[in-house]
């Protein structure tokens, strides 16, 4: 093969491609290694999906849940994830799970250390202690306070810089990357922080299938880049069949409360104190945002409400937000819930919120009314609610009595729903909506070690590369919420560190690439080829 030395070339220690949590916290866990450190990050600013995110972070062992008295432990955190897990434990990937669990507390105080600020702890079903750090004002902090720390550690970013292949040499190491025209090398290591594949209608419908395919991501970035450059070079992708699929309003033209607030660490401490010794004020900012994109939860259906497209007409089995997601996607992606008067009242006073941030805040009908009144609608008959949402009269009539006989009856021919309620029959009638269908999360990641190395489907470490984040999920089920934040920051500190800590390589002379591996298909018999668990 021949030599690449003509292209442009930038040499460090670490090469880290991917700016969102994982990648950061990997560029400042090198940096503070001893190594000089350049990130890679294909769009205009650096966050990726943490910052898009909640911003929760579950963790064992922390100040937070000190001062709170909280008395937690590792093993009682592994074996609340066991439960959360269910008939998913057997595929857990058991050795990551205790490095999450013992390195999840150190790296709340670590991020707390340099800026970040948290709320909590707060109880999240079915953990039995409560472990939620919730991050404020909002996700944008994380980006902001790790971008600022990677500065102060003198760590290179690049933007606008898609990598398209890695770089080997030719003993068959993996010494760096080409993004353009450009070679950047890493003398210890390269870590492959891209985030998941949420984003490729390609592999959604390769690995999943392809109603999946039709559902919009959350993060329109997550693309796959890392898994595909991965396999390139015999890296294994390990269990690409699970979605996050779910309902989201579609966004408000009014200014989200919490997302517009400042990042500013000292800003963010201030908020701290304030909403400990006044949580309300917190919680009534946090039922803005949660009327702002969060859709109703399933128990609304489960006391009888429906969900309607745009026609005024069910199309799938409300028991299941994957059916829901993957119908409404097929179509129009635009669809209500309808419900009466009786739900209404339910679902006005806890313990029946229509939406929550578990421990933090809940919102009830009459916030949507308040925060979202463009989503929010009521008529005194069914007829002038299906004027209001813009459907047919006749239609959505036609499907309210047909499925108020579903209820008498407790059968539903057309969609099998099992949770029937007390239908759609008392006035006022109300219906939220549009909502849309979107993918939050698409797990399955590359296989690692307990280094964080990518090995091949012998298990032997490919030298020269990491992955950390969805990127390096490696089997963990990651099944609760606040867990991926977790692995996010818990695996790109250890990436950091071990690549900082790899030897560096004699030979730095790159050997031609093929190619931009990005444009080419990873099908499954791609995966076959290198990966004994896709079936």
């Known amino acids: 093969m021949s030599s690449t030395h003509t292209a442009p070339t930038t040499i460090s220690d670490v090469l880290v491609i991917g700016a969102g949590g994982s990648g950061l916290t990997a560029a400042i866990s090198a940096a503070t290694s001893g190594s000089t450190v350049t990130v890679l990050e294909k769009c205009e600013q650096v966050g990726g999906s943490t910052a898009m995110s909640v911003g929760s972070f579950t963790a064992a062992n922390t100040s937070y849940q000190y001062r709170a008295g909280v008395n937690d432990s590792i093993d009682l955190f592994i074996e609340d994830m066991k439960v959360a897990n269910g008939a998913d434990e057997e595929r857990e990937n058991k050795p990551l799970r205790r490095i999450l669990a013992e390195n999840a507390g150190p790296t709340v105080e670590w991020l707390s250390s340099i800026g970040v600020q948290f709320l909590g702890p707060t109880p999240e079903p079915p953990y039995e202690k409560p472990r939620m750090h919730n991050v404020i004002p909002n996700s944008r902090a994380y980006a902001t306070t790790l971008l600022a720390e990677c500065r102060k550690r ?113 800003l963010s401490r201030g908020m701290r104190l304030v909403s400990e010794k006044i949580p309300k004020i917190m919680a009534f900012i946090a039922r803005g945002a949660l009327t702002s994109w969060v859709a109703p939860n399933n128990t609304m259906y489960r006391a009888g409400a429906i969900l309607v497209d745009d026609a005024g007409r069910r199309f799938a089995n409300e028991d299941s937000d994957k059916l829901l997601a993957r119908g409404i996607a097929a179509g129009s992606n635009r669809s209500f819930v309808v419900f009466d008067q009786t739900l209404a009242e339910k679902f006005s006073a806890w313990p029946n919120p229509v939406s929550t941030f578990p421990g933090v805040a809940y919102a009830y009908v009459k916030d949507y009314k308040t925060y979202r009144p463009d989503v929010y609608f009521q008529a005194d008959t069914i007829e002038e609610l299906a004027e209001k949402i813009g459907v047919a009269p006749s239609t959505l009539r036609g499907t309210v009595d047909q499925w108020n006989d579903n209820v008498r009856s407790e059968t539903d021919p057309e969609f099998g729903r099992e949770h029937f309620g007390s239908g759609v029959t008392r006035g006022p009638f109300y219906a939220l909506g549009p909502l849309g269908a979107f993918i939050t999360l698409a797990d399955g990641g590359l296989d690692v070690d307990t280094q964080l190395r990518v090995v091949d489907r012998q298990e032997q470490v490919i030298p020269g590369l990491w992955a950390a984040g969805s990127t390096g999920q490696g089997g963990l089920q990651l099944l609760n919420h606040g867990l991926h934040i977790g692995w996010a920051m818990v695996s790109g500190r250890i990436a950091g560190r071990h690549a900082a800590q790899s030897p560096v390589r004699s030979d730095l002379a790159a050997v031609a690439d093929a190619g931009s591996v990005l444009g080419r298909k990873l099908t499954r018999d791609v995966l076959k080829e290198t990966s004994p668990l896709v079936e």
């Open 154 to 266: 003198g760590v290179k970013i690049a933007v606008n810089a898609r990598v398209e292949t890695l770089v080997k040499n030719a003993a068959g190491e993996i010494i760096g990357a080409r993004a353009g025209n450009r070679i950047f090398l890493g003398r210890r290591g390269v870590i492959l922080a891209t985030g998941d594949y949420s984003a490729s209608a390609e592999m959604k419908a390769e690995f999943v299938d392809e109603a999946a395919a039709k559902v919009s991501p959350v993060n329109p970035n997550n693309t796959g880049d890392g898994f595909k450059l991965g396999v390139d070079v015999g890296g294994v992708p390990t269990q690409m069949d699970r979605l996050y699929e779910g309902l989201r309003f579609f966004p408000s033209k009014r200014p989200d409360a919490i997302k517009a607030m400042p990042t500013h660490p000292l």
